[in-house]
């Protein structure tokens, strides 16, 4: 183990830069003539356009043009699309309806872009935005997720019922059969509230088109440049390598930062039209409107039993929101993401799932950090916690019953999944142990005796990811030893310039400040599968590390002519001096940077150029437990949490500094969702009425308590490293935990269920109306 290498709690070398202000965000970025890209967005959630006028707004001072879904179309513009398929349930029809980069005919949502104005700046362009006529006809709208399959109102006219599919997966037949023998039978209703990502950094771009070279360069905030350029092409009907697509810094993705949006496509466009740099930046209440949402779904879970209280079945009907388009991954998010989850940590010997996917007049809603494993857990957990409360059941001694122990791995669930590895009872038991949970009594009778309610809630989770698509990397050496690593994951803030600077550093022993990184640019890195699903680390670190391994390949026939030994006599050794070349059974040793500067540089200047690629077997499945105690005051309803502990299974563990960041982060967002975020429309008007930080809650600082964080890792079988992604965990575990730890508080009010979000006027109603109840 080196000292910057794998394990080692090493400080994040992005931070210095950042926090100087040297860092590049894409609004950051300036041009010579630079003009300013406006979007005009309906003010309606459903209307038909019946005519719009730009005559008098091209007129006005500072226009350069307005671009409107005429000018698209004439152009051969394409809409945006989802490129997920379905295999939907038989007899039933899928209903793909792409993104229109701007509305033509008809407006579907809120905040859909009418037309395009360009300007020399912004206050003109939205002076000029108000200029522009346009007619509509409003039409009637449905927003709400539950009422969509009933709703009179059509987001499509040629979508019946507004279903955009209509899905399944697993045995329905045996699962069918579990519940027929079940001796119990537990249901729970769920509601899975819709979220805004709200990154600190909102979405933003810049479009240049070198006409010379007939390439469009566009500077963007992404999760991964290659996908990107790749769909631009798409939309334009063109080639990508008439696309160069660039980005810096990243404030935030959580994976609404995954997709093509029209505001680039528009921009690219814009840029063409008037030749001329255009750039485009959301305000935060554009944001709002414009950014694809998370989660939204409504289920019926069910859980059949035994007498001794084993599960024999679980059956789930969930109905998912898409909004009033399907956006690049929205049909995976739902269907085959959120589903193959359902196991848990649990035996469970059938499981049936039936997704529909409904269209409202909503924007679309896509992936959110965990990109339907944290509406799995929360539907799983949920309800186990209710199964073991109506079975009058320990909830951990439920949990422990059920769970799949370790003599079973590797253990194929009914929805497809073979986990590899992991303790999922002694992670479980390990958490209730640093949670004290022997000690709550007491502290619940103090809380009581204070005029609050508490509760414990507990939940295991477990997730699949880093899988999918293959990643590479490119080691580039210099004379003097140091290294540029360009790879084809893009940091949002994770620190991965740190771990993959450890990475090579565990390999050829050199230290950090001789390592560079480029991402970003799809022209420099030649390939690259983003980042989301918390892959970087451990598919795009193996590819490093792969890399690296090449780089002493192509080195060690120099090593042999400075030591003057046949090259099989020769190793690479990492020291605490530093990496190099030995000759065995003797004390000759020649360091790296001495070989590289005895290379011949070729015309690039590198001495060496080490390659790496790595393709997942299959995924990895971090797991862990959260126990949460939360207080509810009885006179407010005013929830607090008391106490969060959480230890989790993430195999090897690169930098723990960086790891817990990652779950502390998760669990934030997590608790967000549970208590305090929503989006939420009028049911009516299809109105956003959450549309600023006024109305929509953000966790901050003073709701959570410290974090007791711990490992218990069992190496992954599955990863070269042994690592399991991390990224996304503390999302997935804190809402189920959360929400459960409410129920425990305000079980003796009869309350079995609290949705999300659970705020104060709501546990405060659900108190009194329960003590008004008794009362009577």
């Known amino acids: 183990m080196t000292k910057f290498g794998i394990g080692q709690p090493v400080t994040r070398s992005e931070d210095t830069r950042l926090l100087r202000g040297a860092g590049r965000y894409t609004d950051d970025v300036r041009v010579p003539g630079q003009k300013v890209g406006y979007v005009l967005r309906s003010p309606h959630a ?91 006809d409003m039409l009637d709208a449905v927003a709400d997720t539950g009422a969509a399959l009933s709703h009179p109102a059509q987001v499509h006219g040629d979508v019946p019922a507004n279903l955009a599919y209509d899905w399944e997966k697993g045995n329905r037949a045996a699962t069918d059969d579990a519940f027929a023998k079940a001796a119990r039978v537990v249901r729970l209703d769920l509601i899975n509230n819709r979220l805004s990502a709200n990154p600190l950094e909102g979405r933003a771009c810049l479009a240049d088109h070198d006409a010379g070279a007939d390439v469009t360069r566009l500077t963007v905030g992404s999760q991964g440049v290659h996908d990107m350029r790749d769909m631009l092409a798409g939309v334009f009907g063109e080639d990508p390598a008439r ?31 008037v030749g001329a740099p255009v750039a485009w930046t959301s305000s935060r209440a554009e944001a709002f ?86 509406e799995a857990a929360y539907l799983v957990e949920r309800l186990i916690d209710k199964a073991a409360r109506e079975i009058g059941q320990d909830p951990a001694s439920f949990r422990r019953l059920n769970m799949i122990p370790p003599s079973a791995m590797p253990y194929r669930t009914p929805m497809g999944h073979i986990y590899d590895s992991g303790d999922f009872a002694g992670t479980l038991d390990a958490a209730l142990e640093r949670a004290d949970r022997a000690g709550f ?36 050496v210099k004379p003097d030893g140091s290294v540029l690593l360009l790879i084809g994951t893009q940091s ?35 390939t690259g599968g983003g980042t989301g699903g918390s892959r970087s680390i451990p598919t795009g670190g193996v590819a490093v590390r792969e890399g690296a391994a090449d780089v002493i390949t192509q080195a060690r026939p120099v090593a042999a002519k400075l030591l003057e030994a046949d090259e099989g006599a020769i190793r690479f050794e990492v020291t605490g001096e530093g990496g190099g070349f030995a000759v065995a059974g003797s004390n000759r040793f020649v360091p790296f940077a001495e070989v590289a500067a005895a290379a011949t540089p070729d015309g690039d200047g590198n001495v060496f150029r080490g390659t790496g690629k790595y393709s997942p077997p299959s995924n990895t499945f971090p797991n862990g437990t959260h126990v949460v105690e939360i207080s509810v005051e009885i006179d407010t309803g005013v929830p607090r949490i008391e106490r969060y502990t959480v230890v989790d299974d993430f195999g090897t563990v690169l930098n723990p500094l960086l790891l817990e960041g990652q779950v502390h982060g998760g669990i934030a967002q997590g608790m967000g969702q549970a208590l305090l975020e929503l989006i939420r429309f009028d049911t009516d008007s299809g109105q956003l009425l959450t549309g600023s930080f006024m109305d929509y809650a953000m966790p901050r600082a003073d709701h959570l308590p410290m974090i007791d964080f711990s490992l218990r890792p069992v190496p992954c079988t599955t990863n070269p490293l042994g690592l399991k992604g991390a990224g996304e965990a503390g999302a997935i575990g804190a809402c189920p935990a959360i929400i459960n730890a409410l129920v425990d508080a305000l079980a003796d009010h009869g309350v079995t269920h609290v949705d999300m979000p659970a705020t104060a006027p709501v546990l405060w109603r659900l108190i009194h109306s329960a003590t008004a109840a008794n009362a009577a």
């Open 441 to 476: 009594p007491a502290r619940r009778a103090k809380a009581r005796a204070e005029g609050r309610l508490l509760g414990l809630g507990i939940a295991t989770y477990i997730e699949a990811c880093s899988g999918g698509a293959p990643e590479s990397a490119e080691l580039l």
């Open 289 to 374: 409107l414009s950014d694809d949402h998370g989660r939204d779904n409504v289920s019926v879970a069910e859980l059949a039993l035994d007498t001794d209280g084993r599960i024999l079945g679980l059956r789930a009907d969930i109905i998912a929101n898409m909004g009033a388009y399907l956006s690049n991954y929205a049909t995976y998010i739902q269907t085959d993401g959120q589903t193959k989850m359902l196991s848990g940590v649990y035996q469970i010997p059938a499981i049936y799932a039936r997704v529909r996917g409904v269209y409202t007049h909503t924007q679309p809603v896509d992936a959110y950090r965990g990109a339907g494993r944290p």
């Open 492 to 526: 949002n803030g994770q620190g991965h310039e740190t771990a993959y600077k450890q990475l090579i550093a565990e390999v050829l022993g050199i230290a950090p400040e001789a390592i560079a990184m480029v991402q970003g640019d799809s022209q420099q890195v030649k």
């Open 243 to 273: 696309f160069h697509v660039l980005t810096h810094e990243v404030g935030g993705g959580f994976g609404m930062k995954l997709f093509c949006y029209p505001e680039y496509v528009l921009a690219c466009f814009a840029a063409r039209k």
């Open 46 to 136: 459903h209307a038909a356009i019946l005519s719009m006028d730009t005559a008098d707004a091209a007129s006005m001072p500072g226009i350069h043009a307005i671009i409107t879904a005429t000018d698209l179309k004439q152009a051969g513009i394409k809409d945006i699309p989802c490129v997920v398929p379905l295999r939907v349930r038989a007899g039933t029809t899928l209903h793909m309806k792409h993104r229109p980069v701007l509305a033509d005919g008809f407006v579907r949502h809120v905040g859909e872009p009418v037309a395009f104005i360009v300007a020399d700046s912004l206050y003109e362009a939205m002076d000029a935005a108000d200029a522009v006529m346009v007619d509509y």
